[in-house]
């Protein structure tokens, strides 16, 4: 790591003019992710503003329609809230597999929407790839195992945050300021910059802080599974949300969301249209008909085809979990 | 009547004991549960350095210059020596060049960042295939990439496939393993003008004392090393390697010890590996299921171990075929592949796993083919009648009749079946070891009752020390707990290096032989007292005869207390979740002879972690090279992936004992067939065999079929 | 210490100078058991501090490491792990990865375990700190520390402390866990001999139930 100065912020606007008092100010919460770019030196930082000690951000409540999650709030709080488990079981089934206890413990819900590419490429200290303004992307004809089925840009690293891909199934909203306005993205929002510009893996402009996310409670079934090749503490190779509202034994506002085969988390509409109004008792061949919806256009690289047979049962299983 | 102490030159293990082959709890357990315990990277000595390591970021370069005065003018920085001196050749990316000590972390990596290098990068190859190939960049100078293996044949090989009744074939491959031990590779070094002291991260504190001298032109007696505790080691850890070297030279040049332990990263690139094997197996049996022709091919590379004398599977590349079966017609052609990586080295039971894993698949394929039962199969053609008796005693406790069914590739199309299919598999394993006969141990007695026994030997986490204590309490009557252990110390009576199972049989008998001494020399005086049984209940009595004496024995390994030769079977029952590809093993049975057990508890650990090792073989760990860039992808436990805790499977371990044989080790064979045995299990799931390890979802999925092809570009 | 110091001794690094001053005669290393004294000091610096941009330079920092107070001077890219380990004397917290990966480093902070490696120490500040070497009070073992030993589940031990740290808190929050519970807790954590069977009968050992370890098919069962 090289030098860099250290402060803490006591509200976002403090926090944001110190960042920006400084060449390449950066917003420290839990850390695991910028401590370990700033290890690797991926990242140019001279000064870090902590910002955990910002009032409120770290609120999990019920607010009128829905639930609103502090962007400070940690994974495992996210995890063992009792409130929000019996709300929305799918995203406490996302925060439980967020890497490990220690890790969940101190990780932010604004860090883990806002982490940085886990690419090999990306993550290695002496590549100069795509993504850091080099010239061509080495995955993509290279070592491309746990890289993308879907992108809109050369690099094909993926957005790898468990909680985007239940946020996005349970269409929430993530709150962010900018020049002291909160804009209010859904997790397509948040992430759509990375579809397009291999520089980046969020839309989030320097300055920008995720202050919340709000879940509204439209949907009252959700389920959240991961493939990995370990049992914990192991990246997803695919993973899959699934949300739905209940009217009358049918589903209302279904929604599907894979997370670690795109920049962003992987939705299709057509999916979603196929499924409303399908009884919530799915029977296993329409469950298949939704996931092939979802998978038809993958674009599979040379080392990570399996992923769609993955990505293809891991829907049918979370579509099937809703019943339960 | 008290036992007799036995006359010098008849010394034996005691028909009955009480405390060797029990268990005994860790004698330094709570030293290391309370943190009080004092790793090589623990060490704070006096003014001690933070030190650390360059590397090249290239694979292969050319580099003329190292220009180090930038590094020196950090502040905090002290010193800075560069790996070697004048121009030379690198050849594997992570290769040392310069090293620099300095007050904090913080200033080497800043002192790292300021060393300029002028270098021209090299061609490169870094992927066994591509290195073979013809035009491909030449690792060595002196020799080629790749030379083929001489073919060696016993029997007629051609003539006998035509013999069989059944035949099969597979092109095995296992990757290139890290050893990973928890503690990364290092020391701390202090020369002065008295020598040079080494807190050694390592499995020979010798190995350490004679390579240092070597290296700085010192007398081997006026290098001490030390190593009170250390993270394990696994094959890697012997000699001072460059780091240890580059520590004594930065400790000179500072006049101040230097603790230089390396990082995680370089942990994966430069301190060793086992070799990748690429194996081509074609073994055929007759029709009453005698194995009666085995053809191999093999290559693999030990990084730039290989190419220097390649052919014959230099570097450690060469597998020992047709492993533990007896087949009258074989050929073998092996050879090792230089690429440009870092070099393999030792790596627990060297060849072995990779062997096993290649040859039992085979063999549970050709049992397959035969319509023979596998273990009924090994039994028939496997020599040894220890491993015949284990099989049987393991086949009854895992239940393999109940649970073995014919794999039967039809019953995964049935819609009915479930995502979920249970496998079950077996393999064996064969180890040498044995003792080393220059190990020697000291005791001293004291008039108080207090024991102390030293050894130059150190504790890798197998339980020396306590194998040691344990001994020590057999012959004194004592508890081990009152037996006072010291080990790694240049300065105690040379013991042996930690590797090959080697340990306990060489420091038991050499204890056994010290203890016996200074017990007769115990009895001698106390006799004078009149009592005749000096141990135990006596103890204290005959050494308050000491008075202001105290008894110093020295001993030495002894023939016929220790012996070579340890076999040992695993069975592993796997499910297998065949959409999503994940392997879960679910339950392992392994049955291990080891001769003479001196301490039951430990021992079993040595075989859990064999296991445990083996199972991160079998489905996590490979190293990842880029051929593009030629750098390691995954120098790190995020993409390199250990066995955790939510994936190591129920155990059930039986113990053959076998006192008669004298004392063996066990290290070794525990992890040999733990891979294989697994592989079979996934193969009798799946109907059909992940011949590449680590078997990986994305392997499991292609192997059924699942997988889609790539969208062309 | 090699970067330039923006806050050069006599400039008003914390708002004043005589706060600096009083600072400064902690010394480098000092601990005191005068935990309430230094506990106010501490929060007085936090506050102080707020707002401030401190750095590159060394700047002080106070850590709370098993109820002692430790007054260091650390540059705030200084980890915990390295504040602990290499500034400080408290090795029994291991260094395995330095990323976050293995656990070789847990500590309790607060009680919760988190990986000292990936957190600075400048940020640890006001927070209460346990290492390895605070669970056993006047030599007694705690019951993980009393099982880990009992049952074999320490082998080179390096990974041990980490290990320690992780079931120790995992008891704390759920005092009858089942082999899942233990396996899922201590999944942060890396073990290359091999003891993690051990592991799972010494921590339900502690717990004082049945020391049967599971299959791994019961984490998600």
């Known amino acids: ?60 409540e019920q607010s009128g329609a829905g639930w609103s999650i502090g962007a400070l709030a940690t994974v495992a709080q996210v995890e063992k809230h009792p409130g929000l488990k019996a709300a929305f079981p799918g995203l406490a089934a996302a925060a439980a597999e967020v890497a490990s206890p220690q890790i969940r413990n101190v990780a932010t819900v604004g860090g883990n929407l806002a982490q940085h590419s886990r690419c090999w490429y990306f993550r290695h200290r002496d590549t100069l790839c795509l993504k850091k303004g080099g010239d061509h992307c080495f995955a993509r004809n290279g070592e491309n195992r746990y890289h993308t089925l879907f992108t809109g840009n050369p690099c094909v690293s993926p957005m790898v ?24 993205w859904s997790m397509a929002d948040f992430y759509h910059r990375a579809w397009e510009n291999p520089l980046t893996h969020h839309s989030l402009e320097p300055g920008d802080l995720v202050v919340r996310v709000e879940v509204p409670l439209l949907r009252t079934r959700s389920a959240y599974l991961q493939a990995s090749e370990k049992h914990a503490f192991d990246w997803a190779l695919v993973s899959c949300a699934a949300a739905t509202g209940i009217d009358g034994g049918k589903m209302k506002g279904p929604r599907i969301a894979l997370g670690s085969i795109s920049p962003m988390p992987h939705q299709a509409e057509a999916a979603n249209t196929f499924l409303e109004g399908k009884p919530l008792a799915l029977d296993d061949a329409t469950a298949t008909q939704a996931a092939d919806l979802l998978l038809k256009e993958a674009q599979p690289l040379e080392h990570n085809g399996y992923k769609v047979p993955i990505a293809l049962a891991l829907v049918r299983r979370a579509l099937l979990q809703l019943q339960s | 009547m008290p036992d007799p102490v036995p006359a010098p030159g008849a010394l034996a293990w005691p028909a009955e004991t009480r405390v060797v082959g029990h268990s005994t709890h860790r004698i330094d357990a709570e030293a290391k549960v309370t943190g009080r315990a004092r790793y090589a990277s623990d060490i704070q000595a006096d003014g001690w350095l933070y030190g650390m390591i360059l590397r090249s970021k290239w694979p292969a370069a050319r580099v003329a210059a190292i220009d180090l005065a930038p590094a020196l003018q950090v502040p905090g920085i002290v010193a800075a020596v560069p790996a070697r001196d004048g121009e030379r050749t690198i050849r594997f990316y992570g290769e040392e060049l310069a090293a620099v000590a300095g007050k904090s972390k913080q200033a080497c990596l800043d002192a790292l960042r300021a060393i300029r290098v002028t270098a021209t990068p090299l061609p490169f190859v870094v992927r066994e295939d591509d290195a073979k190939a013809d035009g491909a960049a030449p690792v060595w100078d002196t020799a080629a990439n790749f030379i083929p293996g001489t073919p060696k044949e016993q029997g007629s ?31 701390t070094v202090s020369w002065t003008d008295d020598g040079v002291t080494a807190w050694a991260s390592t499995q020979g504190i010798g190995s350490v004392r004679d390579g240092l001298a070597g290296a700085l032109q010192l007398d081997q007696s006026r290098v001490r090393v030390v190593t009170e505790y250390m993270g394990g080691g696994f094959g890697a850890k012997f000699g001072p390697g460059v780091a240890g070297i580059l520590a004594a030279k930065l400790s000179r040049q500072a006049g101040a010890p230097v603790r230089l332990m390396l990082t995680r990263f370089d942990q994966a690139l430069a301190v060793g590996n086992r070799p990748s094997s690429f194996q081509k197996i074609r073994l055929g049996a007759l029709a009453d299921g005698t194995l009666h022709a085995f053809d191999f091919e093999n290559y693999g590379t030990a990084g730039i171990g290989a190419g220097k004398a390649s052919e014959g599977g230099g570097g450690g ?163 081990p707990e009152q037996i006072t252990v010291r080990v790694g110390d240049t300065r105690f009576p040379p013991g042996p290096g930690s590797g090959g199972s080697t340990t306990c049989p060489s420091v ?35 050494c308050r005869k000491l008075g202001a004496g105290t008894v110093a024995a020295r001993g030495m390994w002894q023939p016929g207390l220790s012996s070579s030769g340890a076999g040992g079977v695993q069975f592993a029952q796997v499910a297998v979740d065949t959409e999503i590809g994940l392997v879960t093993v679910e339950k392992i049975v392994a049955v291990h002879d080891c001769g003479r057990i001196v301490n039951r508890v430990t021992t079993e650990s040595q075989i859990n972690g064999g296991i445990v090792m083996g199972l991160g073989y079998a489905l996590y760990e490979e190293r990842v090279m880029d051929p593009a860039s030629g750098v390691v992808l995954n120098p790190n436990f995020e993409t390199y992936k250990l066995s955790g805790m939510a994936d190591v499977p129920d155990i059930d371990i039986v113990l053959l004992d076998m006192p008669e044989r004298g004392v063996i080790g066990i290290g070794e064979p525990a992890t040999i067939p733990t891979a294989a045995a697994i592989a079979n299990a996934v193969a009798n799931a799946l109907g059909v065999r992940v011949f590449s390890l680590p078997i990986t979802p994305a392997k499991v999925l292609a192997a059924l079929g699942k997988v889609p092809s790539p969208t062309p570009a | 210490m090699n970067a330039p110091d923006p806050n050069p001794d006599d400039a008003p690094l914390l708002g004043t100078h005589s706060r600096r001053a009083f600072l400064k005669g902690f010394g480098a290393i000092t601990i005191s058991a005068a935990a309430s004294q230094t506990q106010a000091v501490a929060a007085e610096l936090e506050k102080l501090n707020a707002e401030k941009i401190v750095g590159p330079g ?74 390895v070497e605070g669970l056993a009070q006047d030599g007694k073992l705690t019951p993980v520390q009393k099982a880990f030993a009992e049952r074999d589940a320490t082998m080179c031990g390096y990974c041990t402390p980490g290990f320690v740290m992780a079931a120790t808190a995992l008891l704390k929050e759920n005092p009858h866990p089942t082999p899942a519970d233990v396996r899922r807790a201590c999944s942060g954590n890396l073990c290359r001999c091999g003891t993690q069977p051990r592991v799972v009968e010494a921590v339900l050992q502690a717990a004082g139930g049945a020391a049967d370890n599971g299959t791994p098919g019961d984490l998600h069962a």
């Open chain 1, 161 to 184: 945050s468990s909680l985007a891909v239940a946020f996005a199934a349970l269409d929430a909203v993530a709150v962010v300021v900018r020049e002291g306005k909160e804009l209010r």
């Open chain 3, 58 to 131: 060394p700047v002080p920092v106070t850590l709370r490491v098993n109820g002692e107070t430790l007054s260091l001077s650390l540059e705030p890219r200084v980890t915990l792990l390295d504040a602990l380990r290499n500034v400080s004397t408290y090795t029994g917290t291991k260094e395995g990865c330095d990323r976050a990966t293995c656990g070789a480093c847990t500590v309790l902070l607060d009680g919760a375990p988190i990986y000292s490696c990936q957190m600075l120490a400048i940020e640890a500040q006001g927070h209460a700190i346990t290492t």
């Open chain 2, 157 to 187: 090989v051609d003539a006998a496939f035509g013999e069989c009744a059944a035949v099969v074939e597979g092109f095995y491959t296992t990757p290139v393993q890290i050893h990973h031990p928890l503690e990364t590779h290092g020391n």
């Open chain 1, 1 to 60: 790591m090289k030098p860099f100065s250290y402060a803490t912020a006591l509200s976002p606007e403090s926090a944001r003019q110190l960042a920006s008092s400084s060449k390449h100010g950066a917003y420290l919460a839990g850390g695991n992710d910028l401590l370990g770019l700033l290890k690797e030196g991926l990242v140019e930082a001279d000064l870090l503003v902590n910002v955990k000690a910002l009032p409120g951000l770290g609120k999990i």
């Open chain 2, 508 to 542: 038991s008998p050499a204890v056994l032989d010290a203890c016996t001494n200074a017990l007769r020399q115990l009895q001698t005086q106390a006799g004078l007292s009149d009592i005749r049984d000096a141990k135990g209940a006596n103890w204290a009595a005959a």
């Open chain 2, 317 to 479: 590349a060469n597998l020992p075929m047709p492993y533990i079966y007896k087949v009258p017609n074989v050929r073998t052609k092996q050879a090792a592949v230089a690429v440009n990586a870092g070099p393999a080295s030792a790596f627990r039971a060297p060849a072995n796993p990779p062997a096993s894993f290649g040859m039992e698949g085979a063999m549970d394929d050709l049992a397959t083919k035969l319509g023979v039962d596998p273990v009924a199969f090994r039994i028939q053609n496997d020599p040894n009648p220890i491993r015949q008796r284990e099989y049987k005693v393991g086949a009854e406790k895992f239940g393999w009749a109940q649970k073995y069914r014919r794999p039967d590739p039809a019953a995964l199309a049935l819609a009915t079946a479930g995502p979920i299919r249970r496998g079950v598999g077996c393999a064996g394993a064969n180890w040498g070891g044995g003792g080393n006969k220059n190990t020697g141990a000291e005791v001293e007695i004291h008039s108080d009752g207090s024991v102390e026994v030293r050894l130059g030997v150190q504790d890798i986490g197998t339980g020396t020390r306590t194998v040691i204590a344990v001994v020590a309490a057999e012959v004194f009557g004592l508890a």
